[in-house]
């Protein structure tokens, strides 16, 4: 919630982005005053106060308060950070979602159109030189990298995805000059990874990593695409960071398929599709 608040700063009205301040320096305050003391505090009238928290999309200050103070909270470990134990189904679905979207939101505004571009540089001379393309994940990150093994052979692609930390050694014992390594990593701190890295890069493999900005993985590649979010690795599990990995896959993709070109690629999708029609039921 804090995230989406955050995010949303550049699209409130002056008197707004006030309240909204007034919320980030000290949410736990923000959530047990009443209104004329917020409005006070934030120079605002009192149905300003009101109209920023429907601009948020809650129903108005009680609302806005009550999902505020969970959101302060500690969270379930292990869990979620943005729910807590006693929360009902309907409030789990808002706090989900508005934690994912916040996210979204974030990296939408923070993300680096430049890491993104020289990444689809590599990617396409990669594919242009017919070398190879992999895409290296463990545990969760490793079905991320499966994900994107199936977006790039749908491009006709030569890709492959590994969640084995020998498979992943062995091969990136066989990348050379003109291939392209892709590592994926939620914490950015996983050996095999890490190992991967090392091994591609010093056989002359470009390596892209995706992975939480300051963590050594980040600094182990040539390119790096940063998946920063508030999700403890070692804490919570992967549900924000799999989203954004497999959204910065999405990203990536898409601005391959168009330097490819649609008067290839098209046809080729096209076929595809007809293909698959007797795999359904009418």
Known sequence: MLD?????????????????????????????????????????????VVRFCRSMGYDGLSDFKLKLAGTVSEGVPFIHRSVDVDDKTSDVLVKVIDNTVAAFLKYRNDASSHAIEKAVDA???????????EFYGAGNSGIVAQDAQHKFFRLGINAIAYSDGHMQVMSASLLGPGDCAVIISNSGRTRDLM?????????????IVITTSGSPLAQSGHIHLSADHP????RYSPMTSRLMHLMVIDIVATCVALRIGGAKLQPLLKEMKNNLRSKRYT
């Open 123 to 133: 990617l396409v001379a990669t594919y242009r030189n017919r070398g190879r393309i």
């Open 195 to 207: 190992d991967a890295a090392d091994i591609a890069r010093k056989h002359g493999a470009t390596v």
């Open 231 to 234: 999700e403890g690795y070692d």
């Open 4 to 48: 989406r608040i955050k995010a949303s700063l550049p699209s409130l009205a002056p008197a707004e982005q006030r309240v909204a301040k007034l919320v980030l320096l000290d949410p736990r305050t923000f959530a047990s005053l009443p209104v004329t003391e917020l409005a006070e505090r934030a120079h605002v009238s009192k149905p300003t």
